[in-house]
């Protein structure tokens, strides 16, 4: 993310933020954020009027980045998330450069947890799922919007839509609100951070191998050949049925065979959207159930051992047990 900071060293008053999020549906509106954020749905007309003051720069040009760079479309409104920021750094009697790195290091932290939250949505659902713009700002006496730091992110998209169904809305609000950074076991972690990575290569090649990488950190002990290891291991813990499993197994094996093609000879005319896509959900719904199951990597591995085909909610319940 790119960033350009501008701080004005006059005491804020009611401090407010305004975050832009790109690639979301109206799904978005039932998901928790934290720091009392409330999801909006506002007209494109008043988001573009409000970046181009914060920007300085013409509603044209901003209107020009809402459909590509900040992955609006071209509806009529976009979602984005506000709020009104009470506890913010106060100047007191200190001096400006200390108010400024205090307000700095506040609005850091706050835009970090916003990121977080985005970042665990990305493994509820399909979608590049992001904030595409913020800004914090106070008014004047005469009510006029003032400037007190903005990010701007112009990192290339995808044109993958975050939904989540009805049914999913409590389960994925429980899973991103009680998930602490970092992870409690370092091989979830980076997997998550791997996982992440397939987002910001905008290159299929490098998002697919990324994906691989993940699913070898969660499932792979190095004692047996890997292309089968992985695709055993996937098939066990996320099949509900035999039937499930072997299908995710002959997936898996598949997907392996690719990648091995592409990291051997460089060639990836058989690499394909849907197979990116494919590996991308087994490695979303792997690491967000594991995350949950909260197993260190040798339990994970020696349960695996053990059990046969549909093994999840067996899998699952050893996890809350050996939780509790």
Known sequence: MKSKIMSNFEIPQNVSYFGLLGNVNYSIQFIEFPNNLKVEQRAKSRIVELIAEMTDQSTFEIEGRF???????????AYCITTQLMDAPKQDNESSVSYFLKTHEYQSSFIEK?????????????????????????????????????????????????????????????????????????????????????YEAHDDRLSFLALMIAMETLF???????????????????????RESHQIFNDIRKLYDKRSTLVHTGDSKKLSTSDLLLLQNYVRNSLRLLIQCNLPKKDLINRLTVEGFGALNRIKKFGTKKQG
Do not use: M
Not at 67 to 77: L, V
Not at 220 to 242: C, H, I, P, T
């Open 114 to 198: 916003i990121e977080q939250r985005i970042n665990l949505l990305r493994l509820c659902s399909k979608g590049d799922i992001r904030l595409s713009f913020s800004c914090f700002y106070t008014y004047d006496d005469q009510g006029k919007r003032e400037l007190d730091a903005l990010h701007d992110n112009f990192n290339e998209l995808r044109n993958w839509k975050f939904h989540v169904s009805p049914t999913e809305i409590d389960n994925f609000n429980d899973f991103i609100s009680t998930t602490r950074f970092p992870l409690s076991h370092e091989y979830l972690q980076l997997a998550f951070e791997t996982f992440l990575l397939s």
């Open 220 to 242: 792979n002990d190095g004692n047996q050949e890997l292309r089968y290891r992985l695709a055993r291991g996937a098939a066990v813990f996320l099949g509900k049925s035999s």
């Open 67 to 77: 459909e590509t760079i900040y992955g609006c479309g071209d509806r009529k409104s």
